[in-house]
T-cell receptor, first 116, second 115 residues
Framework: AQSVSQHNHHVILSEAASLELGCNYS??????LFWYVQYPGQHLQLLLK??????LVKGIKGFEAEFIKSKFSFNLRKPSVQWSDTAEYFC??????????????FGTGTRLKVLA | EAQVTQNPRYLITVTGKKLTVTCSQN?????MSWYRQDPGLGLRQIYY???????DKGDVPEGYKVSRKEKRNFPLILESPSPNQTSLYFC??????????????FGPGTRLTVL
């Protein structure tokens, strides 16, 4: 079965530290890849997405992610975190039409706490 | 304002009492979906719909029903709720582009407690 793994469940960083959150997926065909963020008390919202083209994608608030097809990975990075980045981060995969399904598969999430 | 709305936002009910959670979007999106969010399990897709009258199961459809009679609405129905359906539920919608689902826009969530 298709799956998405986020290996870091809880991450605590100090402000200005660099961030990298891991995401690996198990589907071998063409995929759309997403990172969503859920700030405390707010809706889930898109951080960034990859459909095709440049494997390094940039999103909002200084976040970026790199798609490495050979590793089935889509890790999220930010060079310098801020207290306001405290949130829960979800990686998601949508296999699209080639898989015959339009399901979305989310990872279990990573709770990031940034200490001021 | 482009948005996905859900009602109710909070609901406490008892085992076996049928309930419906409504979801509506004003963005003319083709794709709509329901998720449940549980601690340690992330978001799990319950059902999704590609368009009017087209629905399909996600990963955790047992105990739920959906319908898509109009493009803007996608209600979630629990015919006989049980305590293991206590969860935070999210509705989402997105446009379809080239057969692929684009960015999902999420509703505010419905916190359901089944006693």
């Amino acid at each position: 079965a298709q799956s998405v793994s986020q290996h870091n469940h809880h991450v605590i960083l100090s402000e200005a530290a660099s961030l990298e959150l891991g995401c690996n997926y198990s589907y071998g065909g063409t995929v759309n890849l997403f990172w969503y963020v859920q700030y405390p008390g707010q809706h889930l919202q898109l951080l960034l997405k990859y459909f095709s083209g440049d494997p390094l994608v940039k999103g909002i608030k200084g976040f970026e992610a790199e798609f490495i097809k050979s590793k089935f990975s889509f890790n999220l990075r930010k060079p310098s975190v801020q207290w306001s980045d405290t949130a829960e981060y979800f990686c998601a995969v949508n296999p699209g039409t080639t898989s015959g399904t339009y399901k979305y598969i989310f990872g279990t999430g990573t709770r990031l706490k940034v200490l001021a | 304002e482009a948005q996905v709305t859900q009602n109710p936002r909070y609901l406490i009910t008892v085992t076996g009492k049928k309930l419906t959670v409504t979801c509506s979007q004003n963005m003319n999106h083709e794709y709509m979906s329901w998720y449940r969010q549980d601690p340690g399990l992330g978001l799990r897709q319950i059902y999704y719909s590609m368009n009017v009258e087209v629905t399909d199961k996600g990963d955790v459809p047992e105990g739920y029903k959906v319908s898509r009679k109009e493009k803007r609405n996608f209600p979630l129905i629990l015919e006989s709720p049980s305590p293991n359906q206590t969860s935070l539920y999210f509705c989402a919608s997105s446009r379809l582009a080239g057969g692929l689902s684009d960015t999902q826009y999420f509703g505010p969530g419905t916190r359901l407690t089944v006693l």
